[in-house]
């Protein structure tokens, strides 16, 4: 009768690397230089070159106008569509103030 040692390959899988490595998106995102992001893809843009613009309204945009609009007194035009709501949003921030960068 032989007996065989089932866990062997379990414990060489348990035998992990101390450093693993990472690939370089992942070291240019390391807690370090987390601030120092050369990361363009959240800059602000132009509502009308939205590719998904014409599209209706987010339910997002849709309940943030609502606040908006209550507090600039205005009713909410809900057949705007994503890029008007966020002309709409823009313009309701300055007038009441509420949202805009210190």
Not at 15 to 37: A, C, F, G
Not at 60 to 66: E, T, V
Not at 85 to 101: F, M, N, P, V, Y
């Amino acid at each position: 009768m032989f007996w065989v040692d089932v866990l062997t390959p379990i414990k060489t899988k348990m035998n992990l690397p101390k450093e693993t490595n990472l690939s370089n998106q992942d070291k240019n995102n390391t807690p370090d230089n987390s601030t120092q992001s050369t990361d363009n893809t959240n800059t602000v843009k132009d509502p009308d070159t939205w590719t998904t613009g014409s599209e209706p309204m987010t339910g997002a945009q849709h309940s943030y106008l609502k606040t908006l609009s209550d507090q600039a007194g205005e009713e909410v035009d809900e057949t705007l569509n994503k890029a008007e709501a966020s002309k709409k949003i823009d313009e309701l921030q300055h007038k009441t103030g509420r949202g805009l960068e210190e």
